[in-house]
């Protein structure tokens, strides 16, 4: 689907690529949805689980800031950025906490669980963008809510699976 996408582009249409690949992704979902998945290790889930949140935490210390200089003030002008960079560390770690909990206690898992923790890996992938976007723009309400609504879901959809 996505080399049909990539010749629709370079040919005739411009936007084919992005059709085909959301026609590819729609193809893939439904195939996993549908396919009756044997319960599995979570072995190999759990080291993809830790590496993805690994990086996701990597990715926000890396957006944090240097200090100007080596004083007091120049610590205390990114004050804000640090905050929202603690925040975002806690929910990290408290979501990782809570599926390292998880994977403990169960051994064996299916693919609505598969599901359920890939797609709250995905919103929590917002948080290092987020995480920026609120302390760049710390007095705006979008910002801060969109930082809020995130941490929401991932807590919604760490229940729901």
Do not use: H
């Not at 959301?22 to 072995?43: D, H, N, P, Q, R």
């Not at 929202?84 to 064996?108: D, E, G, M, Q, T």
């Amino acid at each position: 689907m996505i080399l049909i996408g990539y010749l629709l582009t370079y040919t005739v249409y411009v936007y084919g690529v992005y059709f085909s690949c959301i026609l590819s992704t729609i193809y893939w979902f439904i195939l996993g949805v549908m396919a009756k998945s044997e319960i599995e290790s979570s072995e190999r889930f759990e080291a993809l689980f830790d590496a993805i949140v690994a990086i996701i935490l990597t990715v926000i210390v890396l957006e944090i800031p240097m200090a100007v200089s080596g004083s007091w003030e120049s610590l205390f002008e990114i004050r804000i950025e640090f905050i929202a960079y603690a925040i975002s560390f806690i929910v990290c770690f408290n979501y990782w906490n809570f599926n390292n909990n998880l994977f403990s206690i169960v051994n064996k898992i299916d693919g609505k669980v598969i599901w359920s923790i890939g797609i709250s890996l995905l919103v929590l992938s917002l948080i290092p963008y987020l995480t920026t976007f609120a302390a760049g723009n710390f007095y705006s309400f979008v910002p801060q809510a969109c930082y809020g609504i995130d941490f929401i879901v991932v807590a919604l959809l760490s229940i729901w699976g």
